[in-house]
């Protein structure tokens, strides 16, 4: 099992940056694909990105590709989201996720754990 702890929301301008930070627990974080996904008031739960054990794979969806980057430091039991060029629209709660599956997923049921969210608001 392992547990998520995002950190790194906040209030942004239209145009300006976040990095998102996401700690797991345990000594197994390696062995998960790592996944962001946002909840917006109104909305169902969307799909960001993912990124691969190794970190050799990343899948973006396509309202954020080109402005936000996943990463990870298997070291550091962290998964990153740098989130530049936002937009009010990208206004949501972000929740990381751990998925055991061999391959990345982009529905919420491809994950069996989930941090409990942080909150970006960006303003115009």
């Known amino acids: 099992q392992v547990q998520l702890v995002e950190s790194g929301g906040g209030l942004v301008q239209a145009g300006g940056s976040l990095r998102l930070s996401c700690a797991a627990s345990g000594r197994t974080f390696d062995s998960y694909i790592m996944g962001w996904f946002r909840h917006a008031p109104g909305k169902e739960r969307e799909f960001v990105a993912a990124i691969s054990r190794s970190a050799g794979s990343t899948y973006y969806a396509n309202s954020v590709k080109g402005r936000f980057t996943i990463s990870r430091d298997n070291a550091k039991n962290t998964v990153y989201l740098q989130m530049n060029s936002l937009k009010p629209e990208d206004t949501a709660v972000y929740y990381c996720?751990?998925?055991?599956?061999?391959?990345?997923?982009?529905?919420?049921?491809?994950?069996?754990?989930w941090g409990q969210g942080t909150q970006v608001t960006v303003s115009s």
């Open positions: 996720a751990a998925s055991p599956q061999r391959w990345i997923g982009t529905l919420p049921i491809n994950y069996n754990y």
